[in-house]
Nanobody
Framework: QLQLVESGGGLVQPGGSLRLSCAAS????????IGWFRQAPGKEREGVSC????????NYADSVKGRFTISRDKAGNTVYLQIDSLKSEGTGIYYC?????????????????WGQGTQVTVSS
């Protein structure tokens, strides 16, 4: 059973940056599409980015294009979400998810595995 663990959240000032990590113990994530999602307080969870398996391309929600970057480490064990120019509406719980897919990822696909999330708070 693939278990995902997010880390890297915290308190950051508006305009600041964070790098979130999504890792799976005992599994390589290279053959999974990985998605990142956020859930702001009182709002539904929304997809922000995904990356295809085996170096496949990335997709981003329009609201985060140019500020978020998704990437994989060379070992294939971790997927990162670099978040720059954070805005106050970026506050929320960030989740990663995984699914067996081929080709270009689609944020709105059905995701099979989910992590527990990591809290990001944007505040001055």
């Amino acid at each position: 059973q693939l278990q995902l663990v997010e880390s890297g959240g915290g308190l950051v000032q508006p305009g600041g940056s964070l790098r979130l990590s999504c890792a799976a113990s005992g599994f390589t994530l290279n053959n999974y599409a990985i998605g990142w999602f956020r859930q702001a307080p009182g709002k539904e969870r929304e997809g922000v980015s995904c990356i295809g398996p085996f170096g496949g391309g990335a997709n981003y929600a329009d609201s985060v294009k140019g500020r978020f970057t998704i990437s994989r480490d060379k070992a294939g064990n971790t997927v990162y979400l670099q978040i720059d120019s954070l805005k106050s509406e970026g506050t929320g719980i960030y989740y990663c998810a995984a699914a067996r897919r081929v080709g270009l990822c689609v944020i709105s696909t059905t995701w099979t595995y989910w992590g527990q999330g990591t809290q990001v708070t944007v505040s001055s």
